[in-house]
Nanobody, 115 residues
């Protein structure tokens, strides 16, 4: 099991930017993939972005061109850079990591985009 701690959420106006961080309790080198989900009030959890061990990225159609996922293996951290934020991006953002044993989740960080 790996512990994941998200940070970087907050309140931002539409059109603004935020960068989320997800720090792991151990090396992320072998995790495949890592990524971010989000959950808006009253809605199901939605996959936002993933990054594989080799660095291949994938995005939900709703965030393509605006969000960028990256990782720093030396810092055991995955990032989600969010630009041109929209009110519909509001929600709790959860980091996850797939290890050989199981999927681990962070506790979530709130992102609120005001119009």
């Amino acid at each position: 099991q790996v512990q994941l701690v998200e940070s970087g959420g907050g309140l931002v106006q539409a059109g603004g930017s935020l960068r989320l961080s997800c720090a792991a309790s151990r090396s992320i080198f072998s995790f495949n993939p890592m990524g971010w989900y989000r959950q808006a009030p009253g809605k199901q959890r939605e996959l936002v972005a993933t990054i594989t061990r080799g660095g291949t990225t994938n995005y939900a159609d709703s965030v393509k061109g605006r969000f960028t996922i990256s990782k720093d293996n030396a810092k055991n951290t995955v990032y989600l850079r969010m630009n041109s934020l929209k009110p519909e991006d509001t929600g709790v953002y959860y980091c996850f990591a797939d290890t050989a044993e199981a999927r681990s989740w962070g506790q979530g960080t709130q992102v609120t985009v005001s119009s």
